[in-house]
């Protein structure tokens, strides 16, 4: 019985013994990963001197670009959106909000 509370306490203290007490980080600290991120920038002061800097564009401007975007993927002539045939469609009667894909031949 002594031999067991022993072994379970050598199981229990072992990993603890891993643990290290303090750490101290060295002032350098990931200095090494932010010089590596400015070494990739091709131009580090891009902002400065720039005399027309961009601000984004407006709401309709967006929307306008991201529906060109989206109907660039439009395959013509055949209508389908898979090459089987088959176009998404929400699932008719389910209310779990799944897709299903709509196989059927016009």
């Known amino acids: 019985?002594?031999?067991?509370?022993?072994?379970?306490?050598?199981?229990?203290?072992?990993?603890?013994?891993?643990?290290?007490?303090?750490?101290?980080?060295?002032?350098?600290?990931?200095?090494?990963?932010?010089?590596?991120?400015q070494a990739q920038k091709v131009n580090p002061v891009a902002p400065e001197g720039n005399p027309k800097p961009t601000k984004g564009?407006?709401?309709?401007?967006?929307?306008?670009?991201?529906?060109s975007y989206q109907r660039s993927f439009e395959t013509k002539g055949s209508g389908s959106t898979y090459p089987g045939g088959g176009a998404l469609s929400p699932s008719s009667g389910s209310s779990?909000?799944?897709n299903t894909i709509n196989t059927t031949t016009k």
């Not at 072994?7 to 932010?34: F, T």
């Not at 564009?57 to 529906?67: N, R, Y």
Request: aromatic residues 4%; negative net charge.
């Open 96 to 98: 779990s909000g799944i």
């Open 1 to 37: 019985m002594k031999s067991i509370k022993l072994i379970s306490g050598i199981i229990v203290l072992l990993p603890l013994s891993a643990c290290q007490s303090y750490w101290e980080a060295h002032p350098d600290l990931g200095s090494s990963v932010n010089s590596a991120i």
């Open 57 to 67: 564009l407006d709401g309709p401007a967006a929307k306008a670009s991201v529906d």
